[in-house]
């Protein structure tokens, strides 16, 4: 710290993201709830405590898959192989994004670092897919998500708001 400067903690006590991303399981539309983010290409992978479960979306007509996201550099980078491996390998990953691992990085310097916000912030992320890179006409390149999109990026938007809105117990 500099002279004349204070320490300052942000009262942050939640960070919730919503995401489109590519599902490596499943079809446009279907959501996707993270567990961890991992960083394609380099050592960098980010364990989270999700607030959010695979059971907060179920019951809604939408599949939900819960596991691992790999951030990628970009999806002209990607060929069906290396999916296929973050799939079916130990890694079990349940989409491809390109921003989680980005985003987590900063939260975890914020919060474990730097302690600009609380250490034990909440985190949300969710994820509706927009493609199925592995599925033959079901790419990016196949065409917008349409009104597919509409029914995830509305619930994972009621649950966002119900989760910061939910009463939280008095200690």
Known sequence: MGVGEKELTLNVQSISIMGKAGILEGKKGDIMVATAHIFEGTADNYPIENQFT??????HGLAVYEGPMVTVLGTSLQNKDILYYFLNSSWRAVGL??????????IQAASKIRKSIHSNVTLRYAYYASDNPLVTGATLASGSLGVEGVKPTYLVTLKILEKIFEPTPVE
């Open 54 to 59: 695979k059971q907060d979306f179920e019951g």
């Open 97 to 106: 994004e390109m921003e989680g691992a980005h985003y987590q990085k900063a």
